[in-house]
């Protein structure tokens, strides 16, 4: 019995994680020293996602992506939608943050619509 309530426990974190879809055109970039990320990106309609962070004045969701070779892949094409004006679709797991407490960014799709 004990053994079964330490799984349901265990497992209980993944059952309530929910992933979180938003599309929309980039707002803005940030990439500052001080965080325990590559760049942070906010999106325009982007506004829930759970527990998620978020940059109050503008009722934005923040949205991490990680240092390392996928995040940089993701920056890149985060700034091209930004410098084209286009719109993306980015997806989080209200359950992975970095270190800041931040969503981090698990998909990054250039054509919202596909």
Sequence with gaps: MRIILILFVALSAVAYSAPYAGSGKVADILV???LDA???VYLNSFTDAGDC?????????????ENDERGRLMF????AAYMAD???KIV?????????????????RLNPDF
């Design 86 to 88: 286009k719109p993306v």
């Design 53 to 65: 962070s978020k940059y109050v004045a503008k009722n934005l969701v923040i949205l991490s992506i």
């Design 92 to 108: 989080v797991d209200s359950s992975i943050k970095d270190g800041n407490g931040n969503c981090i960014i698990k998909d990054v």
């Design 32 to 34: 500052r020293g001080s």
């Design 76 to 79: 890149s094409m985060v700034l």
């Design 38 to 40: 590559y760049a942070i």
